[in-house]
């Protein structure tokens, strides 16, 4: 098949996309869109090649994984090797352990699998993976193994059918895909069966290449303009909280696809064709390579990562592409290397990548390097307060079998239990959580990785939460918590009724005080606690951080939330929400306990006080409750039934 330029532009296109996403710039939330082009063109072409060559008679299954392997194997082993020096000087043992295995499944490719296992592309936690961006190539390399074998049974057994089968592949996948973006999100987005059809509609048009072009070239411009259109504008109207891949998909998927049948011969070609944009093109694959490991690795060591600094990466990220490009890449992709040498010395640079990522593994992340850090790491463990998730009735979830206190919402009510508990050990607590499901009744949110069956199984949650208030008399007191962000984002989809819409800000907080009404209405008194102070410029993990300045002896300081110009450390929804609900209950404000001088603490005296990006660590939980006035209300709450108690058993004749 024939060179063609403006694919390697479109290639520089979808790689900018990713890299800016990936870096952060906020006006191209839905850069990740990149990846799905690479799919469509990856389709292409692999399909056009294998066409093309059983035409000729000269396709074997041994020709084609050869020259995957060249295509793909040699820079992806040169960035796995040099990733590994700089995470055992930056990696916490913790993060160690995550990187040994991600070392693992890239270089056998299943990385989407781990990935989806671990889950969460999008979270803090994610942007500190070196290896993350990897799970397309391994969608890429499964794709490669099975797609061949079913062309060549299709075209022994039933050529004349090839386009209809295809086609059944690329619906039935995109339906899976459609399914998926709700039912089971994660898996959806890592995994090959909900990513296949974008790879096969590059198929579809690989077919419909080998017939006449019938088109005038005023259409062509017309449908390849269009392509540009739709993935220009996913860039800008896609961001991650849009359920993916599905439906939205289709925006990337079908403009490539047009690109690519109709902008041969028109200005579109001419324009992708351009000489900056075919040279980022040829090294796109290197480029993307690189890309990742080193954002990460700056986001381990630096505490704060600019867009200065992000702009010198992407510089730093282009030189090495162009290095890995010249001197890894075009020799074994130009056969300069026999293929004998190339998989005996890339089986075992593979073989070494594999015992290095087991030995970080199967030692847990070589804690011996600082036993006093291991120890400290511990702290960072998942802190779901008296019992497990989700907890409502269960002996772990109680302190007695009368409780006195309720502790409802999230697993941002779930760190709060250490410290109420430290503040008055002999609490009589009950504690209703459910991870993302907040205090609300009858109403819960809907997004890309929970869908609607889980904002269902929500719903029920708290349904039985209302029963088990209604049958504990002794309750007196709700402390309700939550990050309230999954309700109150602009456009966040909510399950009321039966139906999923976005409603708005202002039902959402007439709903949490109908909530709240109610508990009052049974003689229970409720106080709203807010989430911890966020760092809105970031995604920071600040238990990570602290843990890591203690690791590299800098000062753990540096990881505390910097307030810019009076700035409010919550988003301005959730904001917006608490101060609304200020007006009819007692809202407490973490920040008035964590925030002063423009600056809110992450960690005193290397104490975490958080574990994550959000939550409180158990220490730090404790820490808050006794060296502040947070829990004042619930002290002096507890010192009134003491004293009602007593009165009552004067009244009894017991005094």
Known sequence: MNYRADLDGLRAIAVAAVILFHAGFKTFAGGFIGVDVFFVISGYLITSIILSDLELGRFTLKRFFESRLRRIVPALLLVSAVCIPFALLWLIPREMVYFGRSLIAANTFVSN??????????????????????????IE????????????????????FLGMWIMAFTAASFALAEWGASATPVANFYLLPGRAWELDVGACVALAMRGKKVETPRAATLFSGTGILLIVGSLFLLDDMTPYPGRWTLLP??????????????????????????????????????????????????????????????????????????????????????INGLLRWTSMVAFLLITVGASMHFSRGFPVRNAAVAVL?????????????????????????????????????????????????????????????????????????????????????????????????????????????????????TLADGLVEVRGIEFVIAEFKRTLSWLSEHKITPIVVSPTPQDLLSKRDFGRCVMRRLWLELDA??????????????????????????????????????????????????????????????????????????????KQFSMRMVSESGNLNCERGAC
């Open 113 to 138: 699998i781990l990935f989806w296992r671990e889950s969460g592309y999008f979270s803090a936690a994610a942007e500190l993976k070196p290896l993350l961006h990897t799970w397309s190539l391994s």
């Open 141 to 160: 390399m499964q794709f490669y193994l099975l797609h061949p074998i079913v062309l060549l049974i299709i075209c022994k057994y039933q050529r004349k």
């Open 253 to 338: 998927v079908l403009g490539t696809a047009l690109i690519i049948r109709f902008a041969e011969g028109t200005v579109v070609a001419r324009l992708l064709a351009h000489r900056a944009l075919v040279g980022i093109g040829l090294i796109s694959y290197s480029l993307y390579l690189w890309h990742q490991p080193l954002f990460a690795f700056a986001r381990v060591r630096l505490v704060n990562v600019t867009p200065e600094v992000y702009g010198l990466l992407i510089l730093a990220a282009t030189a090495l592409a162009f290095l890995t490009w010249k001197y890894v890449e075009r020799p074994s992709r130009t056969r300069m290397q026999p």
């Open 377 to 493: 790491e511990s702290d960072l463990r998942a802190n779901t307060g008296l019992g497990p998730d989700p907890c409502l009735a269960q002996s772990t979830c109680l302190t007695a079998a009368n409780p006195e206190v309720l502790l409802w919402g999230d697993s941002y009510a779930m760190h709060l239990a250490d410290g109420i508990m430290a503040a008055n050990p002999t609490l009589r607590l009950a504690q209703a959580t459910m991870s993302v499901c907040g205090p609300f009744f009858d109403i819960a949110p809907v997004s890309w990785k929970y869908g609607a069956d889980w904002a269902k199984s929500c719903i029920s949650f708290n349904d039985r939460v209302k029963e088990f208030i209604k049958q504990t008399p002794s309750l007196r007191v709700a402390i309700l918590s939550s990050p309230l962000s999954q309700y109150t984002r602009p456009d966040t989809l």
């Open 557 to 634: 300081s540096e990881c505390d939330i910097v307030l810019a110009g009076g700035q409010a450390p919550y988003d301005p929804s959730v904001f917006e929400f608490l101060r609304t609900v200020e007006q009819d209950h007692e809202v407490v404000w973490l920040s008035d306990f964590l925030c002063a001088d423009g600056r809110c603490s992450t960690s005193r005296d290397n104490l975490f006080i958080y574990r994550d990006e959000g939550h409180l660590s158990r220490t730090g939980s404790r820490w808050l409750a006794l060296n502040t006035p947070f829990l004042d209300s619930l």
